[in-house]
Every structure is written in C-alpha cells, then in structure tokens.
C-alpha cells in the first residue's frame, strides 16, 4: 500500500467572503499535494471552514441571520473558490458537522482527564477579530488610547466564568519538543519566534465561553461552549477520523504537514501541540507558516478598498496563469507582492512565450512536416544529449528535491530554465531549415524536443494542473504516465512513435494574456 501522507490548509473563517490570501494557501496545498501524488504517496488533502465563535455571531446578526445561515452561506463560497481554482482537496471540511463535534468533545474528554482543565474566573484582554487573548505586555496603544493587539486589532477586557487549559504546565515539554524536531515549524524565521514566545513563560489558557452558544458545547458543563480555536484545530484529527475510526487514524496521523499563514503559527505551534501532548496523541510532522500577500506591496484592507477577490483574477487572467504567478513569484515562507500588470507579464514571458511556444512550435512542425507521425530512430549529436540531460535533471532532480523542500518558487525557477535551455536548442538547430536541408537531422531534433515537452509538462502538472494535463493529452501520454516513474520509463517514446498516435495540429495551451484596464473592469 502506497505511503501516506497527510496535507492541510489552515481551515478558513467565513465571516467574509474568500480574499486572494486564503487562494494563495490553497493553490500552494494543493501543488503539494498533487505533486505527492506524482511521487505515489496515499495523499489526504483537507481544507474547509472555521465556523465558530464570536465574530460570527456578531457578523450574522448584523445581517439579521442565525450564526448557522450564515455559515451555510459563506461556507459555499470557499468551496465555489476550492472548485474554480482547480483545488484537489479530498475533503472539504465544516466544523459544524457533527463527526467535527464528536472529535472535539472526545479530545476535550482526554484533556479533563489528564487533569489539565480547570473551572476559574477570567479577567483579561481579547480580541473579537482575531479570537484571540493577549497579555498586557503584548499590547500596543492605538489612537485615542485604544489597546490594540500585536495584529493591531482592538482589544477589549472581558469577565466570565471559564474553563482554563493548563498551558504553563507544558512550557517545558515544548521547548523539548521543539529541540528534538528542529524542522517541526518552518521556515526558521517563525520557529525563532514561537521559542521566543514560550521561552518567555505560558500562562493557562482560557478554553470557554459563556457569552454565545454558536459553538461545540463542553461535555457535561450546561452553557459552556468551547474556545473556537480549540474545535477549529481539532478539525485535523477529525478529518483523520478521530475518534471513530482507528483504522483511518493510524493511517492518516500524524498529519505531515499543516499549511497555515504565519499569523495564527502561535496557535498551530503552542497552543495545538500542548492540546495534544495532553490528549497523548501524536503531534504533527511539521507546521510551515507562509508569509502574506500585499497588493501593488501594501497589506490589503477592507477600509483601504485593496482587498482583491481570487475569483475575479481567475476569470480575467485564467486559473493556471493565477496559480503559476503566485508560486513563482512568491518565495514560500516569506511575503510576495502582486499586481494586475506582474501576473501578465511573468504568465506571457513564462508559460506562453516560453514554454507554451515551444510546445506550439515543435507538435505544429510534427503535424505539419510528418503528417504527425513521431520521428524515431537517428544518431543523436553532443547538442541533443546535451539538452536531454539538462531537462531530465531539471524535472528528475532539482524540481522534486526543491518541492520536497517546500521551495516552490526555487523548483519552479529550475524548471523554466530548463524550458529555456529548449528555446536556445530550437533556435541553434534551426529544424525549419533543416526539414529542406537534412530532413532526417530534423527528425531527431524534433523527436528529443517532443521528449523534453513530455518531461517539462509532467513536472509542472502540479502548479498548472488544466494546462499541463491539456497538453499532455495532444501528445498522447496516457494518464498513468504521468508520475514520478515517467522519467524512468525509457521505452515509452517507441511506444507511442511505433503505435497508431498522431500528433494533431495543437490548439494554444497558454494563450497571451491582455492587461485588464479600467475599462474592463
């Protein structure tokens, strides 16, 4: 039985509809995941909707909807979002299904009885948008001398009866932890922050309310519903199949990797693992926070009226030109800026003057000069081998080991120069003239560049999923050619050239992108 291995994106809170930042954490799951699957691993790749607490609560009533309306409602749009964008999840979790209430009460179950959750008193400072509580030392002074948070949201004191996790008990078990499992969060950057913060003391953490009942309620506490961030990160496990299925469990936990913007790392890296340790389940391989996305390189706000909606670059500018954009340009872990103008120019100078090109050129010549039947058989010169040495350590070698690492962009780069180093050995042979001056030397030209499209497109099936598997398609390969083993297969060429395929003429895979001008819109 294939490997597992067990994806997830943070699951997103619908009080507003999708922004380009919860696309951005989708696409980049999801070419991981499909990139996993070309390795042959058993992939489970989950993301869905966070739909407790406060601020939705308070967002629904402001429209005049119960807190569960509204969650039916916008909970619809990440998933229209999930579709659109080509999102490969295999399962598009709700937190307010009930197998999501029966994992949260099961592990609330084991945390009592660990003895980690008391009944108290709290006093303190929260903030209703991030869901969140602060310590004074945290704060920061906004206008008027309002307190914010470090996210610079108001913070307001709040008083009521709670259940209290004991967090500071496991202070020093997650410093040793983190020693043990140096790669546990990534990138460094967002670890050196999270051993900062508990190195700095825990205090207990407040895991219930009182206030509202739009929640998972707490076993055996009448009026106590649970913290969100406690039901909403225990979405992973139920997605795992806790507590039902054992079978499922063994299988799927712990999770490989948790995707998740580097604004709520604290709570994927402190709070989760602590939960955890104290339910004596297995904590997850790694945490990696990614950085943010800024508009024309300014962080996008509702007030400011830059915040971007996915759904309408998709439709303007196309979903792969979308998800190959922000993986390349975006180095992974740290925070990218787009615009309207950077998404056209690196999708025309990349997939469809590069890469889209020379497909189109090389498939039309094998159309038109040989009826599209695929060359086969010639002496191949020190150019070809050359060029097949390049492209197969580019998509054999560099792309995997950089997507394995995480380095989308890095494998992306080291794609497109092997796409251009195909360019160069087309305009080098020359195989227009040589069709009138040696037809045979064209044959084989042609015939090393069909190879090397094949080997370039199944290394970018991940990032442009529709494109690649559209070309793929022209060219005959089959779909369960299509993984890791492809490279490795070197009979597959006479297959197909020896078969009753025909390379018909090509239809562009990546048609030019026009600016979308004030006009347009």
Not at 39 to 47: A, C, H, I, S
Not at 59 to 69: G, H, K, M, N, S
Not at 217 to 229: A, D, E, K, N, Q
Request: hydrophobic share 40%; aromatic share 12%.
């Amino acid at each position: 039985m294939a490997d597992p291995f067990y994806i997830t994106t943070a699951i997103h809170y619908p009080n507003g509809k999708p922004h380009i930042g919860h696309a951005y954490e989708m696409i980049a799951a999801d070419a991981i995941a499909r990139f996993q699957r070309q390795q042959g691993r058993d992939v489970f790749f989950q993301t869905g909707t966070d739909e407790h607490g406060l601020k939705m609560v308070q967002t629904a009533r402001a429209r005049d909807l119960t807190a569960r309306e509204l969650a039916d409602e916008m909970s619809g749009y990440f998933r229209v979002m999930a579709e659109k964008l080509d999102i490969s999840c295999d399962r598009f979790i709700r937190t307010s299904e009930a197998d999501h209430y029966r994992a949260s009460q099961a592990i609330w179950e084991k945390m009592a009885a660990k003895g980690d959750l008391y009944l108290d008193r709290y006093e303190g400072w929260y903030s209703v948008r991030d869901e969140a509580f602060y310590e004074e030392k945290e704060l920061q002074e906004g206008e008027g001398g309002q307190k914010l948070s470090p996210q610079g949201t108001p913070v307001e004191w709040t008083k009521e009866e709670t259940w209290f996790f004991r967090l500071s008990k496991y202070q020093q078990p997650l410093l040793d932890f983190y020693a043990a499992n140096p790669d546990f969060i990534r990138p460094e950057s967002r670890r050196n922050e999270v051993l900062r913060f508990v190195e700095g003391g825990l205090v207990d953490l407040s895991v219930s309310r009182t206030s509202f009942d739009w929640g998972v309620p707490v076993p055996g506490s009448p009026g106590h519903v649970m913290y969100v961030w406690v039901d909403a990160l225990t979405n992973y496990l139920t997605g795992a199949g806790f507590p039902d299925d054992a079978e499922r469990l063994a299988r799927y936990w712990p999770a490989d990797l948790h995707l998740i913007g580097k604004d709520i790392v604290r709570f994927h890296t402190v709070y989760w693992p602590a939960f955890l340790m104290s339910a004596d389940i297995a904590l997850p391989k790694q945490v990696f926070g990614h950085g943010f996305l800024l508009n024309r390189g300014e962080k996008m706000s509702k007030s400011v009226g830059n915040v971007v909606d996915p759904m309408e670059l998709a439709e303007t500018y196309g979903v792969d030109a979308l998800r190959y954009f922000l993986l390349r340009d975006v180095s992974f872990g740290q925070d990218g800026t787009f615009s309207d103008e950077a998404i056209v120019t690196r999708a025309n100078a990349d997939l469809s003057n590069s890469f889209g090109n020379l497909a189109q050129r090389v498939l039309s010549m094998i159309a038109k000069n040989l009826d599209g039947a695929l060359p086969f058989g010639g002496k191949e010169t020190e150019a070809d081998l050359d060029l097949a040495a390049k492209v197969s350590y580019a998509t054999s070698v560099e792309v995997p080991r950089a997507f394995f690492d995480l380095a989308l962009n890095q494998g992306i780069e080291d794609w497109i120069r092997a796409v251009f180093a195909c360019n160069q050995y087309v305009d080098a042979q020359e195989p227009w003239k040589l069709r009138k001056t040696d037809p045979e030397r064209m044959k084989v030209v042609l015939a090393r560049l069909f190879i090397c499209i094949r080997d370039l497109a199944i290394a970018i099936l991940p990032v442009v999923p529709a494109s690649a598997t559209r070309l793929l398609d022209a060219m005959g390969i089959l779909a369960d050619e299509r993984d890791q083993h492809a490279y490795a297969d070197s009979g597959w060429y006479e297959r197909l050239a020896t078969s009753d395929f025909r390379v018909a003429a090509p239809i562009p895979i990546f048609p030019r992108l026009e600016l979308k001008t004030s006009e347009d819109a």
